[in-house]
């Protein structure tokens, strides 16, 4: 169905016609075409079929900056922040669906309603059940984070009989499938199902789909396969007496850069309750944190000078992408074993904080590594009541300044 020209310029992200129709008297409310047509499709409240402002935020057609600069003129000329469309939908879940973390905060600092529910349910059900990514690493992980973190939902706004999970696709047969194609799809599924069920640890109907998943993807992946059964055999060593030092080799054989297997290696030991219970515990997650790099260390390699981590601007042969790209810090995965609801029972977390807060200020700096799960951390403290949480949360916010 054709839109206004002022709704199609925004959708565009075209600026300069934007600006110019809105000189020349478009409303920024919609016009009275779309009104019309809205009411012909049954709207609510004379809402018209297309927003101006909706149809900028859910736009991914150009660039970021473009679609901020459309915004930004559309509500300057008075657009409603929180106005509907056709199915019910403010410009903030529409802005969700398409997954711009940007365009999210803009709306969020414009005064958007973040409990906004419309026909899709509210913005993290709208991200989750539309425009699946192609493939892990999307812009959208940012963005849903960024909605949780706002306090949004996490179950998506369902009061029914249905709920969120109702909605998203059943990954389990792409992930364990042949399709390349098909697997980065339900990965990018599974990323972004997971930093929900890190958001809602206590929903057990999202755990369950997460380890049925998770099941699926290893089926699908035979080194993934073989590496999770070393680790659950390392797991179950946890009373014996050659626990640590098995969990020393598989360190050790761990190369840089193996995110995956490093992370397979906090989710199923470091995390484990009876894992988190031994005595080893905190020998265990420092002997991971040993393993990330130090930019000063990389930057003497690679320059002949060491280079310290607010001289950025020198740093011409691009170590700190290197440490980005080849994910050579490893503190994100020692932050998440403390989040989890074992270790936030133990009477050493905060000394163990304190440990990784300053080895990551001594080999990183401020660097923005980490900060996603420093925050998670101290939001686990909070929720829990943690009787350290202060002291821990000040030493976390020195170390990863991002946190919040």
Known sequence: MSKSPLAQ?????????????????????????????????????????????????????????????????????????????????????????????????ALHAAGADLAAVGGHGNAVARLLRLNTPDEPGDPKVQALRLLLRLGVDPKGGFTGEHGLLDFVEDPCEDLAGRSREDKLRARALLELMEVLGE???????????????????????????????????????????????????????????????????????????????????????????????????????????????????????????????????TVEHCLRACACPAALERPDLAALVEEIARTKRARLGQLSFGDEEARALIEALDRVGHADRLPIQMRLREAFPFAG
């Open 199 to 329: 958001a809602a640890p206590g929903w057990a109907e999202l755990q369950a789909w997460l380890e049925r998943a998770r099941a699926a993807n290893l089926r699908g992946d035979a080194a993934a396969r073989k590496l999770v059964e070393r680790l659950e055999k390392l797991r179950d060593q946890v009373g014996g007496t050659s626990f640590e030092k098995a969990f020393r080799k598989q360190v050790g054989g761990t190369a840089l850069g193996r995110y995956d297997e490093l992370r397979a290696l906090t989710r199923v030991v470091l995390c484990a309750p009876s894992v988190v219970a031994h005595e080893s515990w905190p020998s265990l997650v420092r002997q991971v944190l040993e393993l990330t790099v130090s930019y000063g260390d990389l930057t003497e390699e690679a320059y002949g000078e060491r280079l310290d981590v607010a001289d950025i601007e020198d740093d011409e042969g691009g170590v700190l992408d290197m440490i980005a790209d080849e994910r050579l810090s």
């Open 9 to 105: 310029a925004c959708y565009d992200l075209a600026l300069a016609r934007v600006r110019a129709l809105l000189a020349k008297g478009h409303p920024p409310d919609g016009s009275k075409e779309e009104r019309f047509r809205g009411q012909a499709h049954g709207c609510i409240d004379g809402a018209p079929y297309y927003t101006p402002l909706g149809e900028a935020a859910r736009s991914t057609v150009g660039p970021v900056a473009d679609q901020l600069a459309v915004i930004k003129a559309l509500l300057a000329a008075g657009a409603p922040v929180d106005e509907r469309d056709y199915c019910s939908d403010t410009p903030l879940l529409l802005a969700a669906g398409s997954g711009r973390p940007e365009v999210v905060a």
